[in-house]
Nanobody
């Protein structure tokens, strides 16, 4: 089993910054792709950013140049640095991690979600 613990959400004014973190624990053999998704009220969940084992990064167009995703393989963590936040970034942000368990079975786990609110 894999557990994900997220932190770093909160209330911030437009133009401000937040840093989200997600730590994985459990019977993990290896981690492949790590990512952040978000879901705003009345909208579908969307991919915000993801980073592969080989450090390829993908971002949704609306956050390019403002958000940066990074990972620490030794600590099994993924971070999302969010700068110049806008009201439309308001959503619940979810961490997602894919990998292989020590049993050699694949896993795909989600965090519990952390609220990010951008408002003056």
């Amino acid at each position: 089993q894999v557990q994900l613990v997220e932190s770093g959400g909160g209330l911030v004014q437009p133009g401000g910054s937040l840093r989200l973190s997600c730590a994985a624990s459990g019977s993990i053999f290896s981690i492949n792709t790590m990512g952040w998704y978000r879901q705003a009220p009345g909208k579908e969940r969307e991919l915000v950013a993801r980073i592969t084992r080989l450090l390829r990064r993908d971002y949704v167009d609306s956050v390019k140049g403002r958000f940066t995703i990074s990972r620490d393989n030794a600590k099994k963590t993924v971070n999302l640095q969010m700068n110049n936040l806008k009201a439309e970034d308001t959503a619940v942000y979810y961490c997602n991690i894919e990998g292989i368990l020590v049993t050699m079975s694949p896993f795909n786990s989600w965090g519990q979600g952390t609220q990010v609110t951008v408002s003056s």
